[in-house]
């Protein structure tokens, strides 16, 4: 199978292009040479590479940056959706568009399902929700990811600044009344691989089983790295008064996942001390 992969070298494109090319031909694509904001390029590079599946992960993830500049998150993370969508229709390519929790507003008191009502708080949930419209409205036959919480190796995420500041012996305060499903971008890859692989089509949640705040993650990520004894001081969204509000109860339900790939991912504790435990060997090795 041919896969056009864009916003390939980031957090997530790398390890999805990386597995994908274990069994399939990858186009990775991403800035400067496939800027998705561009529909005429967008569709000249697709309809040049003809794939048979196209992932969109291009996307402004700086989630405070798009609450102080909309119009470049809408620009992107809609109207290249969009682009993406429309190269697919012309060349009849299934499209698979990465997506967030951050389309939801945080107030539910179970497990988010695919088919709850999306109410975004942020301009990057705005952003993304426009996104996830445009390839169900243009696509020709489309499947949905909806991810959260991602950490991989390659760009600085949430465990590593962790570590990193408790390293340098600087005080730490996490906050405490935010509620996700930490997920390695490791695992989000295979999920993918496996929804491609299916022909898989419709919304899925996906993330790395079980949940935790932001607080527990801080508190495992210190003492699955021999950091038990650093102290943690806990904090609340309010008080950290960022530009971009978050969803307070980001917790997927994944079963549709499950059901339709036959196995769910692993916990996130699971998964958090993999990462760590393969970052400390590349580390002892550099
Ligand atoms: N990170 C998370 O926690 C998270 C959670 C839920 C969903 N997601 C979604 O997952 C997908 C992948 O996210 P990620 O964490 O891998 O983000 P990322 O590391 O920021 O990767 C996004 C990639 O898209 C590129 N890009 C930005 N503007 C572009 C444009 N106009 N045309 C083409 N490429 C462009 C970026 O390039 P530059 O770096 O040069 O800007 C980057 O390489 C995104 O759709 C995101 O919304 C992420």
């Known amino acids: 199978m041919k896969v056009l992969v864009t916003g390939a070298r980031g957090l997530l494109g790398m390890p999805l292009s990386r597995r994908l090319a274990e069994r399939h031909e990858v186009h990775a ?47 992107v993370n809609a109207v290249g959706a969009r682009n993406v969508a429309a190269a697919c229709r012309a060349e009849g ?27 975004p708080l942020s301009a990057y949930g705005r952003s ?30 949430f465990p590593d600044a962790i570590l990193a500041r408790a390293r340098s012996g600087q005080p730490l305060r996490v906050v405490t009344d935010q509620r996700v499903s930490p997920t390695w971008v490791e695992d989000l890859a295979v999920a993918i691989v496996a929804i491609l692989d299916r022909g898989s089509e419709g919304v899925y949640h996906v993330a790395n089983a079980g949940s935790c705040t ?4 801080a508190r495992a990520t210190l003492d699955l790295s021999g950091l038990a004894d650093v102290a943690i001081g806990e904090t609340t969204a309010a008080d950290l008064a960022r530009p971009a509000p978050r969803p307070a109860y980001s917790v997927f339900n994944c079963s549709r996942f499950a059901q339709e790939t036959g196995a769910g991912l692993r916990s996130w504790r699971d998964a958090l001390a993999a990462y760590l435990s393969e970052a400390a060997a590349r580390e002892a090795h550099s």
């Not at 932001?214 to 993650?217: F, G, L």
């Open 29 to 75: 694509m991403d800035l400067p040479e496939f800027d998705v904001t561009d529909a005429d390029a967008v569709a000249r590079i697709v309809a040049a590479v003809r794939p048979d599946r196209v992932v969109n992960l291009a996307a402004v993830t700086d989630v405070d940056g798009c609450e102080r500049d909309e119009s470049l998150a809408h620009r």
């Open 93 to 119: 390519a299934p499209m698979l568009q990465v997506s967030t929790d951050y389309v939801f507003d945080g107030t539910s008191a179970s497990p988010w399902v695919e088919s709850d009502v999306p109410r």
């Open 128 to 157: 993304k929700l426009a996104g996830e419209l445009a390839v169900r409205e243009f696509a020709p036959r489309w499947a949905i990811v909806r991810a959260q919480s991602l950490y991989g190796a390659g760009k600085k995420s």
């Open 214 to 217: 932001w607080y527990e993650c």
